[in-house]
């Protein structure tokens, strides 16, 4: 009996609902059928948003703002839906089912954009959108309406998928067996690198093709590759572990609110030892000052046992909470300080998609006969991101563990570094600006073709967001992760991807007003709809003002946030505690 135990992976079934055997689930294999599902989906959605703009100016004929908002107003949507993905993963489907359904929503979004790119019926008329005094025809509404319909739908599944792909990659490995543990840090590298090869790949030949060959191919590409990532996902059915649905932590957090604010009259006792606890000694979290007024859900009253209750019976969470829970719900609190301060990054590396692939479009782009796609200027992203790892794992951490005897730079250094990088990147994209402005201004009457100076002076402000996204990504996902209590690990990196969807959400309101208060009926502005037009270098200004603005109350609540302190366990610590 112990010898087939050991064969059987901790709290994972097979697909028939029996104990998964580790010989014949799980593992590698598994993990590699599910991270192919992932650099498909990394495939379509930045080979989608990374080159929208071009088209929704070049093609549909929209004003670049507009343009603009339509892209992160779509980011921001998918990474927001990643928290509906994540609560239907955790409370009903399951993370299989829900890759499943949402990988298949997503294949269906883009095979709508493909058709919308490709019917002419689906766009205006051909015209050319440099000329000065231009009359195109935009996009009228049933056009505006069919693309809108496909790029959502494309951001539901989006959603759905993100949420689930890497926690139900982990699910493959036993945290319990020392040598899958192992493999399991190897999983969470390989996804990165998946993750940075999907995107290489749909910023430099995917875009390519859009640009060089046509667009609807490109998207058909993209629906096809996910179609074969999914019949190759479900023809590892039998090999993958799966793990039950434990529910989900928003209803726990709800509980412990509503019971503090029905019981916001009572008096706190002087005692804490007063307090309802029903943990185990050994899971217990220690209550803290903080949040007070949460601590009132945990007030013992009378009628929160009923009088022929049989003994041992649990009371109602909605009028009654443990300590525990409440000191959960406390350690999430403590995480929107930080979880509000980075969201401004994510709206400045929103530029990159947007005004700088636009910047670029209207640059010297050649190499020869060549032409760079505009929209394969974000490759100095990866490129940024993965020197900037290399250089940080191999040269920094060593010389920080020399001098100050620490492994490298903690999560809220690293979240510092990185808002201070995109600070940069936005003053230095405002000089860049500047530059090409003035040399806008002076080729007006000359010419309507690309201007006479180099798309590499982007290079520098694409790499500075760039480095600063590997550092506050990889700072944010362990601050969350390890600050945030064992049950509600899911929840925390829902949270976390929200700051990205709020990045671009406050990017759109932000065009919207400097639109609104510095534009003109006939499209001049800052933000003119020919940006050849405008004083985008204003807007940028205004970004490295607001980020320095965001930096300096960044470094306040990061004062103000003490590290919870791991507790002693008989147990010992797991592998997700150390995650």
Known sequence: MEEKMSWSAADALDYKGFPADKSRTGGWVAAALILGIEICERLSTMGIAVNLVTYLVGTMHLPSSTSANIVTDFAGTSFLLCMLGGFLADSFLGRYKTIAIFASIQTLGIVGLAISVKLPQLRPPHCDIAAANNKCKQANEFQMGFLYLALYIIALGIGGLKSSVSGFGTDQFDEKDDKEKAQMAYFFNRFFFFISTGTLMAVTVLVYIQDQVDRSWAYGICSISMSIAILVFFWGTKRYRYKKSLGSPIVQIFQVIVAAIRKRRMQLPFDVALLYENYPEASRIGHTDQFCFLDKAAIVAEEDFERNAPAGSVPNPWNLCSVTRVEEVKMMVKLLPIWATTIMFWTAYAQM?????????????????????????????????????????????????????????????????????????????????RKRLSVAKEMRTVSTGPLPISVYLLIPQFFLVGSGEAFIYTGQLDFFITQSPKGMKTMSTGLFLSTLSLGFFVSSFLVSIVRRFTGSKDGQGWLADNINYGRLDCFYGLLSVLSVINFVAYLVCARWYKPRKPTKSSNGSSAEDRC
Do not use: C
Request: proline residues 4%.
């Open 353 to 433: 998609l947007t005004f700088s692939v636009e910047q670029a479009s209207t640059m010297e782009r050649s190499i020869g006969k060549f032409q760079i796609p505009a929209g394969s200027l974000t490759a100095f992203f990866v490129l940024a991101i993965l020197i900037t790892l290399a250089v940080n794992d191999r040269l920094i951490m060593p010389v920080w563990k020399k001098w100050k005897g620490q492994p490298g730079f903690t999560n809220l250094q690293r979240i510092a570094i990185g808002l201070v990088l995109s600070t940069l990147g936005m003053a230095v994209a405002a000089l860049t600006e």
